[in-house]
């Protein structure tokens, strides 16, 4: 308990749980925190903050952090604590080992939203100039990947078009496949304070969450589909606009493509795409969507709001390139109240991608095989860089089975836990011969490891991080950091002990020469930070205090660009064997995998993972309330509690997967995106039976 008044001095910084990216004051006492305080200043909070934010901060003195290099050469070796120059030349050696006998492709990095901007920035750094190749990626490969890839090609910038703030203004929200009830509790408040102005709300998601029906809120539609139907539900809708004559002609003559506009306008007037058609398929009474497309389309602003219910699926980019769709044909995108709203996760998610740690995109957004982008950074860093893209997660796991890639910096993601498959992980980083993790405990990856250099939380460094609205806000070092280096401090000495000199002073550098080479980064500086408290990006000589609004005028790639979305079933079929299927989410205590919260008082509030199962399932199988049941998917099994509830549609049952014990991931499948890889966690055929207890 903290007594109030403690305080002596504060610092402000940023949470570094989800995409809302509120703003705390550290309070402090001599040199330990008492207290966060959300921030009235802060332009994604103004001064509010969840329990997450709030309370649980304490993971950073948890007993269970390892704060002493480590290294072992074989996994069932082990640990052995050495000094961190041994254990930096030690990993050096082993990847230019590897390398000398696998060939330069046979390494490469995993950065997190763990990592501040300039953190993921000077990783890809290392990987591209250090190792020689394009093998990076980032913990939006399995979340939202597809956002990027599908708001590129339909508007041209792989991100949300609005601020938070934008929601005041908007009569019509659209919420799909997300429950920002539980992953961005400060913008899901604002987002109810506008419902009970009147704004009205269509909800498109398998369970009936928080959004549909609270204390506080009633939807008017909710579009309770069955998983894996979202491109039908989204030609559906954009079906019932068509052919009732609902469409923004003069917004679309004036700023879309007209080519792409007819075709898209010809397939989705077919019959086989009207409401009444897809009825069955998605399970949705097609009056139900007509009506919430007459809702949208006639609303003065309408606003789209989607989540990982949207992209963590096989048709994960068609749904985002659907729903970019809907918007340009509403008119929906170019001013305050409307957009296209990705739910961005986590707090560093949007920056992760932006700081170029794809492996076919360089910081901007820029193709590694685009000459002048390359040279750009060739002339600044000093190297020659690899024109083809690199592997991209799941191909390192595929090459590591083939014995091809040997080696992994891996950088605050706990891969075995929150990648799908876990079988399939496993097997990948066993067959490794040299994996180093980067983090703050001991964690489900760092098993398979040989290296582990001890991370810092973000109370222990200087920084950025890019919320889900693009806003560019500091995380700023509160106490120093517990192992001795910061992450990016971390990050530099590997790369000089592999023989790429780095030498920045402080973070501030770093983010001088990511806006020396961005040019939606060109204005951003940490004294442009102190002085405007955030920066939305893009912030340059056109926009020099940032922009809150995109597209304005016109689309960032010139004209919109309407896609055909046709729909594809999932492989992931239903069978006698497996009769169910599986979706996943998470709780409002809970953060992600919950390595963090875990080790937070959060953790009384809801301390297993359980499966959600209908009434009728839960009879059908002879399954009470609380009893044991064992989940079998394809892929393995696990053993949950149950929790019978209406909140899931018959046939269909639901996890979360903040505790490694429970292993949903365990359960779910390889599937992924067709276009980004992005697991579709959010769709596996299981039975479900009751057990004795473990
Ligand atoms: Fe804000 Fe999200 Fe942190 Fe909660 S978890 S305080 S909503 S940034």
């Given amino acids: 308990v903290i007594a109030l008044g403690q305080a002596e001095h504060s610092v402000t910084t940023t949470c570094a749980y989800c995409g809302v990216g509120c703003s705390f004051n550290a309070e402090m006492k001599g040199s330990e925190v008492v207290r966060m305080v959300p921030n009235k200043n802060g332009g994604a909070n103004h001064g509010h903050s969840c329990v997450k934010g709030r309370f649980a901060w304490g993971y950073a003195s948890h007993k269970d952090r390892m704060l002493k290099p480590m290294i072992r050469s074989k996994i069932t070796d082990p640990w052995k604590e050495v000094s961190w120059e041994e254990a930096l030349s030690y990993a050096a050696s082993e990847f230019r080992r590897i390398q000398g006998k696998f060939g330069k492709d046979s390494i490469g990095g995993i950065t997190s939203s763990r990592c501040t901007n300039e953190e993921v920035y000077l990783t890809q750094k290392l990987i591209r100039a250090a190792f020689g190749n394009n093998n990076t990626d980032t ?90 139907t979202n491109v039908a539900i989204v030609s559906a809708l954009a079906h019932a606009i068509v052919t009732e004559g609902l469409l923004k002609e003069d917004y679309i003559a004036e700023r879309c493509d007209e080519k792409s506009y007819k075709e898209w306008k010809e397939f989705v007037s077919r019959p086989d795409n009207s409401p009444e058609a897809m009825e069955e398929l998605t399970g949705v ?62 707090n560093n998610v949007q920056g992760s991608c932006d700081m170029g740690s794809f492996p076919h995109e360089l910081p901007g957004y820029r193709h590694v095989s685009d000459t002048t982008t390359r040279t750009m950074f060739e002339d600044v860093w000093g190297v020659k860089l690899d024109p083809e893209p690199g592997l ?40 490794m011969e040299c994996i180093v993790v980067q983090d703050l405990f001991l964690n489900e990856t760092a098993k398979y490891a040989h290296v582990f250099l001890p991370g810092s939380s973000f109370l222990e460094k200087d920084g950025t991080f890019t919320n889900a609205e693009r806003r560019i806000s500091r995380v700023r070092k509160v106490i120093p950091p517990k192992a001795g280096k910061s992450d990016w401090e971390t990050t530099q000495a590997l790369s000089n002990a592999l023989g790429y000199p780095m030498n920045y002073q402080h973070p501030s550098e770093i983010m001088d020469e990511i806006a020396a080479l961005t040019p939606t980064f060109h204005g951003v500086s940490y004294e442009r930070l102190d002085e405007l408290e955030s920066i939305q990006w893009p912030c340059n000589e056109q926009a020099p205090e940032g922009t809150p609004t995109m597209h304005i005028d016109k689309f960032v790639r010139g004209k919109g660009r309407f896609i055909i979305t046709q729909y594809v079933a999932t492989d992931e079929k239903v069978t006698r064997k497996f009769p169910l299927i599986l979706t996943t989410g998470r709780i409002l205590s809970q953060y992600n995998v919950g390595a963090q919260t875990r080790r937070t008082e959060n953790n009384k509030f809801y301390s297993e993972d359980r499966l959600e199962i209908h009434p009728h399932d839960a009879e059908e199988r002879n399954i009470k309330q609380d009893d044991w049941v064992g989940i079998e998917s394809r892929s393995g099994q696990t053993v949950l509690r149950a929790t019978i509830t209406e909140k899931v549609q018959p046939g269909v049952v639901y996890t979360t997967f903040h505790f490694p014990e429970s292993g949903a991931n365990v359960i779910t499948t390889d599937n992924s995106d067709w276009a980004t890889n992005c697991p579709e966690y959010k769709v596996t055929a299981v039975q479900v039976m009751p057990v004795t207890q473990p």
């Fill in 139 to 228: 913990c939006a490969r399995v979340c939202h990947s597809p956002t990027g890839y599908g708001l590129k090609q339909t508007i041209g910038e792989s991100a949300g078009t609005q601020t938070f703030d934008s929601v005041m203004k908007s009569d019509v929200i659209i919420v799909m496949g997300a429950n920002p009830a539980t992953g961005h509790p400060v913008f899901a408040s604002q987002m109810k304070r506008r419902l009970r102005q009147g704004a009205k709300l269509i909800v498109i998601d398998p369970r009936t969450t928080e959004m549909v029906k609270s204390p506080h809120i009633k939807a008017d539609y909710h579009l309770k589909l069955r998983p894996g």
């Fill in 285 to 346: 009474p097609a009056d139900l969507i007509r009506g919430a497309a007459r809702l949208y389309a006639k609303a003065n602003n309408g606003a789209i709001y989607y989540g990982l219910g949207v992209t963590e699926h096989a048709q994960g980019s068609t749904t985002v390139m659907g729903i970019a769709n809907l918007a340009m044909a509403t008119g929906n995108v170019g001013r305050e109240g409307v957009g296209i709203n990705p739910l961005r996760g986590q």
């Fill in 392 to 431: 991209r997660i799941p191909n390192m796991f595929e090459a590591a089975l083939d014995g091809t890639f040997k080696g992994l910096y891996c950088v605050g993601e706990d891969i075995v836990q929150s990648d799908p498959n876990t079988q399939h992980v496993s097997a990948a980083l066993e067959a």
